[in-house]
């Protein structure tokens, strides 16, 4: 999993509320599991004018112009503006998936779906929550200024603006160390590699019927 220590990147929105997973990925392009390809269908139902489909080309499809992911002034965001309730619906992890394939790093909502929320931080992708008073600041900000960039320093949990205004968000400080070192689950468990293998060779001397091979 990539680390997260400090971003500073563009702005982009996503101007309602109650944003659904499917809407984030929708379902159709559930059947992989590869955590990887899925940039391009981020939004996908909004981002075009018709209906994607798996291992499609999309550099040719008809594009949506007047939703903001494809404005110029919005490319290579890696911040998400969002709304409350970002990411409810279904429990796919695929949704921060395409986030984190597309190329955001962080997403600033005031509020998140509970099983969205943690499946982020599981994928190296950070959720931030401020009050919906900062968030409709952030937002004016952005609209008003065109490459509007955020700096997320997770060390010190702020978020900077242009003008040098910065706020603060709450973060586990378990989750904060797993973001800052690049530590999934499969990750935290190999620290304990050696650990495991001892007690597997100490289980093997102990019990050695319940590692025989039947031939």
């Excluded at 499609?56 to 939703?67: A, G, S």
């Excluded at 110029?72 to 986030?99: D, I, M, T």
């Amino acid at each position: 999993m990539k680390s997260f220590t400090q971003v500073s990147g563009v702005a982009a929105p996503m101007d309602r509320a109650n944003v659904d997973t499917d809407l984030i990925i929708p379902k159709q392009f559930l059947k992989s599991i590869k955590r990887s390809g899925f940039g391009p269908n981020l939004f996908d139902e909004l981002r075009y004018l018709d209906e994607g489909q798996p291992g499609q080309d999309c550099t040719n499809r008809p594009v949506n112009e007047e939703f903001p992911l494809n404005f110029p002034r919005y490319k290579g965001a890696q911040v998400l503006l969002a709304r409350e309730n970002f990411g409810c619906g279904s429990s796919r992890e695929h949704a921060p998936w395409a986030l984190d394939d597309y190329g955001f790093r962080a997403v600033i909502a005031p509020s998140f779906a509970d099983i969205f929320f943690n499946n982020c931080f599981k994928n190296g992708l950070l959720p931030i929550i401020l009050s919906e008073e900062i968030v409709d600041q952030l937002f004016t900000e952005m609209y008003a200024e065109e490459g509007y960039e955020l700096t997320i320093d997770l060390a010190a949990q702020t978020v900077t603006t242009p003008k040098g205004e910065s706020f603060s968000f709450e973060v586990d400080e378990f989750r904060k160390h797993c973001l800052l070192n690049g530590l999934d689950d499969i990750g935290l468990t190999l620290q304990e590699a050696d650990a495991i293998r001892a007690y597997e060779e100490k289980r093997r001397a102990q019990t050695p019927w319940l590692f025989d091979v039947v031939k």
